[in-house]
């Protein structure tokens, strides 16, 4: 038989595993009496013991650490979530030819015992069958119950199977069959997890999203008898996990080669401290006062007055650490024995006690039963002769006794107190000799059992030179604190000097990092392991590079999530109570902070109810109580915790979400409105009401103008005085003077159409030539049009002229390349005609813009001044007859390209969307453009243009063409940054600006700019 835990062979009949001392039996949750695994019933009362379930059986009984209960887990998706989850696909391998020759009923009995080896070992470590087939499994680890080690289980659960695999199969080879080799893959990503309520009642949990996929994929990459896991599995699981690469592969679905590596065991690195100490520890900084503590209590042990100190804080914070550093101290003064207990161990019986008295007898893995035997009893023997009477149930403990010891005729409770009895004499005893340090680590994960010894030994202590130190995370419960050697140490994060101390001895003084660092701390806000995951995932990923000193490689604004980080905040976030959980998420959305009206009217929950929910995520330190507006309101205690919950939600609620606050905020802040306009335009422009969002943003937009004012009319009049000294003018004019040059020039040809990059080109005093010569206009109505729903696709139509137009003749043919590829022609006769049937509306293509001709624009498309109006006239600011919306020239800066970028990652911020004529190349701040108004600017040694207008942006900004997407934020991207007063036209969000040719000329890329006015 194999260990259930370690999956080294156990001695037929034995109950533990002499190598990690798990159990194996199931105990009854009522007599306490043992079943072998597999049994359903216990054999003593009846009561149902859970057995090895089926997969739509999954229950809490072999499923370790299901903190949430099962009628929560249902509820807290019930509309789905999006989680980082493992997947685990398993397959026997060539399972058809296994059973070829087979009677189904002998092919089943061959079969099913390996499924369902595969099912126990997921459920052991906590996971859940999504999906069983004929001849393999599909599970997810971290969802519906979340485990903040959800991919370390996973790969357990894998390196399991594979050792039982190989067991059966040597069994049945034995038998004649034919022998069973399975293929397991394993990878880590977000998905979302729906639950789907079956017929009977029943609720099954379904992973959705493209990491499911590659997980299954992996699954057929795998070496036969093997695992094969992905680069984010690694990542997570390098140093307690074995890897072997085995390079990249081409994966069906995925564009780039995958990294695949084959998981050959388990690694030396069980626990974060060795892990951390496998990569190097961080400089230790701070926490004197709680090391000053931590050393009082050991010089009381020595003398004498025994100490039972816990440290407590949330994952991360430096529990260990602190420890380790004490040890530095007082390991050669004092006997050290440490033990922990792991996340998926609350079944495991007495495994850290096992390991600690494995750690004490000096029993090593290569050592036989004998040799274990005989190292318990000679270093009993010579500790105290006396204790002879304790070393059988030592022995039993560490499943080293004989089958015939009478002890396995003792009933349960009475073995169970003497063995605690025997090994607290033993730790008294060993105390007489020496002061005794007994480390116990993370009791949030504490067996029953072990839990019960504790207690008699903390009951113990006072009088024996011993220092018990224990930690643990906020959640966790004791019943220490009224004894009078009991001392519990709060450990808070790490503060402002000390965090930064710790990033300056990870990544150098270096001036230029001085942003990140700020970054780093806010958002960890202080806790050390944040702190060194979000390092190492900034030099993973190439953001952060070691050339001698750190550099950044790349300026950034935000910080991404590490996923080992993500997966203790989603954990602890999961832990609560749904009805709690729901109103986190819900505050997420809010906010950082959020008022207690603004609260109720989102949550419309009853004030009482309210009260009880916001006092709950309180006392868990998720939030903190604050005043807002002289009203009693709440923050996030951490923006990460922030973050996690808002990721948790699907795009679709968190949109019902941002609208529901909108109309909150109107509500409750009804007489105070303008206070409100930028949460306004943030919640709508967010939510599924993107008008609201973008007349909002207009007015939020104005107030930042406003405030921009303020504050450029301080910098000028500061300026105005340093300019008075000759070295600041000088500066001036060299920074007019080496200016910016023309990075790219672009051409419509068709109005509304895609553009053409030239290399080169004449402007008239039309503009360029060839520019906007064309249009399709709507003969019955007059009307040409710009961001109409019905002209957004003729974005994706490329026209281009079949010669080069010339200032002086006729507008050249035109060839149209259309998005399925086909080509239409101005000289066809039924282009007018074909083009009407796609666009169905009668369209004309006019080289020379009628009289009259108007401009359609969706209502409110401009905010403010425009929200009543759908049309105006064309070439406002242009020659008669021309196709510009306004001026027959269009200038970007690069720099206010770039600045918008960085502002909004994600988004997509091509030349394209805001079809310029002329993008310029600048290092200067953005929105340069906005100072050239009304100036004179001479391009390349000819062309001379004066700046008219900045240009204002509408959604045209925003639609989808070829492979940019449709994206509403990149409007909302350019509010928040520029907007900029245009008289009558109101104050509108504007990117780059409007110019008039002065001096027509040639142009080409790379000219420079001068101003010659
Ligand atoms: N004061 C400190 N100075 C420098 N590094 C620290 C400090 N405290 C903790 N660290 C580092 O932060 C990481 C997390 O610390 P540690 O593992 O002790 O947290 P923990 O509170 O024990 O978390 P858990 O509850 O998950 O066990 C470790 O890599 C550790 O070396
Ligand atoms: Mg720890």
Redo the contacts with the bound molecule.
């Keep these: 038989m194999l260990c259930i835990q370690c999956h080294l062979e156990v001695s037929e009949g034995k109950r533990f595993c002499s190598e990690c001392g798990s159990a194996q039996f199931l105990q009854c949750p009522k007599c306490n009496a043992a079943s072998p695994i597999g049994k359903s019933f216990c054999a003593d009362c009846g009561t149902s013991i859970g057995g090895t379930p089926s997969p739509s059986h999954q229950t809490a009984s072999v499923v370790a650490d299901r903190t949430p209960d099962t009628a929560n887990d249902a509820k807290d998706v019930k509309s789905g979530e999006r989680k980082v989850i493992t997947v685990l696909f398993a397959d026997i391998k060539g399972s058809m030819e296994l059973i070829e020759n087979l009677d189904p009923e002998d092919a089943r009995a061959i079969v099913e015992p390996a499924l369902q080896l595969m099912i126990d070992a997921v459920l052991h470590f906590g996971g859940y069958v999504v999906q069983t087939t004929g001849d393999g499994i599909f599970a997810m680890f971290g969802a519906p119950v979340v485990h903040e080690d959800h991919s370390h289980r996973a790969l357990y659960a894998a390196l399991r199977m594979q050792a039982e695999l190989k067991e059966y199969s040597a069994r049945i080879s034995a038998d004649g069959h034919q022998p069973v080799q399975g293929r397991v893959g394993v990878h880590t990503g977000e998905a979302v997890v729906r639950p789907l309520k079956l017929g009977n009642g029943q609720i099954e949990y379904t992973p959705i999203g493209h990491s499911t996929s590659l997980g299954a994929r992996l699954q057929t990459l795998a070496p036969v008898g093997s695992i094969a896991a992905s680069e984010a599995i690694r990542q997570l699981c390098e140093g307690s996990c074995e890897f072997n690469d085995l390079g990249l592969a081409k994966v069906k679905g995925v564009s780039d080669l995958v990294k695949v590596y084959e998981v050959t065991g388990l690694g030396k690195q069980r626990t974060?401290?060795q892990r951390?100490a496998g990569q190097g520890?961080?400089?230790?900084?701070?926490?004197a006062r709680e090391l000053d503590s931590l050393r009082y209590a050991a010089q009381q042990a020595q003398a004498g007055s025994g100490q039972v100190v816990a440290i407590v804080?949330?994952?991360?914070?430096?529990?260990?650490?602190?420890i380790l550093e004490l040890m530095n101290d007082f390991r050669s003064t004092t006997k050290v024995l440490e033990t922990s207990s792991v996340s998926h161990g609350k079944t495991s019986y007495c495994l850290p006690l096992i390991e600690l008295l494995q750690s004490y007898f000096g029993i090593e893995a290569q050592d036989n039963e004998q040799k274990r035997r005989g190292k318990v009893s000679d270093k009993i023997e010579n500790l105290d002769p006396q204790l002879k009477d304790i070393q059988p149930y030592l022995l039993n403990l560490l499943n080293l006794n004989d089958e015939d010891d009478p002890l396995l005729q003792m009933d349960e409770l009475t073995l169970q107190s003497q063995t605690w009895e025997s090994l607290k004499r033993l730790l008294v005893r060993e105390s007489v000799n020496q002061t005794l340090t007994l480390i116990f680590?993370?009791l949030h994960w504490i067996d029953d059992q072990t839990q019960e010894f504790l207690n008699l030994l903390a009951d113990s202590i006072g009088t024996a030179k011993i220092l018990l130190i224990v930690?643990y995370?906020p959640e966790y419960i004791h019943r220490w604190n009224s004894k009078s050697y009991f001392t519990q140490i709060r450990?808070d994060p790490?503060g402002d000097a000390?965090a930064e101390e710790?990033l300056t001895a990870m990544l150098g003084d270096n001036e230029q990092l001085s942003d990140l660092k700020r970054l780093i701390f806010e958002k960890s806000s202080g806790t050390?392991?944040f702190m060194?995951e979000m390092v190492k995932a900034l030099f993973d990923d190439g953001t952060l590079a070691r050339d001698g000193n750190v550099m950044l490689t790349k300026k950034l604004d935000e910080l991404d999530i590490p996923s080992s980080v993500q997966a203790?905040l989603a954990a602890r976030i999961d832990r609560l109570p749904a009805h709690a959980k729901e109103i986190l998420q819900t505050l997420s959305v809010i906010g950082k902070e959020f008022s207690i009206s603004l609260i109720s009217a989102v949550t419309a929950s009853s004030p009482e109810k309210l009260d009880k929910q916001l006092k709950e995520l309180q006392l868990g330190e998720f939030i903190y109580e604050k005043l807002i507006s002289g009203e009693k309101g709440y923050i996030f205690k951490s923006a990460l915790t922030q973050d996690v919950a808002y990721n948790t939600l699907l795009i679709e609620r968190r949109k019902i979400l941002h609208e529901k606050i909108g109309v909150s905020i109107e509500a409750v802040y009804h007489f105070s409105i303008d206070d409100h306009i930028a949460a306004l335009a943030y919640h709508y422009g967010r939510s599924n009401n993107i008008d609201a969002g973008i007349q909002y943003l207009t007015h939020s937009g104005r107030q930042k103008l406003m405030e921009a004012r303020k504050k450029s009319e301080l910098i000028s009049h500061n300026s105005l005085t340093k300019a008075e000294s000759p070295e600041a003018a000088s500066v001036v004019d060299d920074q007019v003077a080496t200016l910016d040059f023309l990075d790219s020039i672009w051409r419509y040809p068709v109005k509304s159409m895609a553009g053409e990059a030239l290399q080169s080109v004449f402007v008239s005093d039309k503009g360029i030539v060839g520019d906007r010569v064309y249009a399709f206009v709507n003969e019955e109505s007059n009307r040409t049009a710009v961001v109409r729903k019905w002209a957004e696709s003729l974005l994706n139509y490329h026209p281009y002229f079949t010669s080069e137009p010339d200032p002086n003749s006729p507008v050249p043919p035109l060839r149209i390349v259309m998005p399925s590829g086909d080509t239409l022609s101005s000289v066809d006769s039924d282009l007018e005609e074909k083009i009407s049937t796609l666009f169905e509306r009668k369209l004309k293509l006019m080289t020379t813009a009628p009289p009259g001709l108007l401009i359609e624009v969706p209502v409110g498309t401009l905010g403010g001044a425009l929200s009543e109006v759908t049309e105006f006239p064309l070439a406002g600011g242009a020659p008669a007859g021309a196709f510009f919306d306004y001026g027959c020239l269009h200038l970007i800066a690069s720099s206010t390209l770039n600045h918008f970028q960085k502002k909004y990652p994600q988004g997509r911020f091509d030349v394209r969307r805001f079809r310029p004529n002329l993008v310029i190349h600048s290092d200067a701040e953005p929105f340069v453009e906005n100072a050239w108004v009304g100036r004179n600017i001479m391009i390349g040694q000819e062309l001379i243009l004066r700046v008219s207008i900045p240009c204002p942006r509408c959604i045209s900004v925003t639609l989808a063409q070829d492979d940019l997407p449709r994206d509403p934020s990149i409007l909302r991207a350019i509010a928040e940054q520029n907007m900029c007063d245009l008289g009558d036209f109101g104050t509108l969000p504007c990117a780059g600006v409007y110019a008039e040719v002065i001096k027509a000329g040639h142009i080409q890329r790379g000219d420079t700019l001068r101003f010659v006015d």
């Design positions: 974060r401290m951390s520890f961080s400089k230790f900084v701070g926490r804080a949330e994952a991360g914070t430096g529990k260990s650490r602190l680590e993370d930690n995370r450990l790490l000390t710790m050390p392991f060194e203790i």
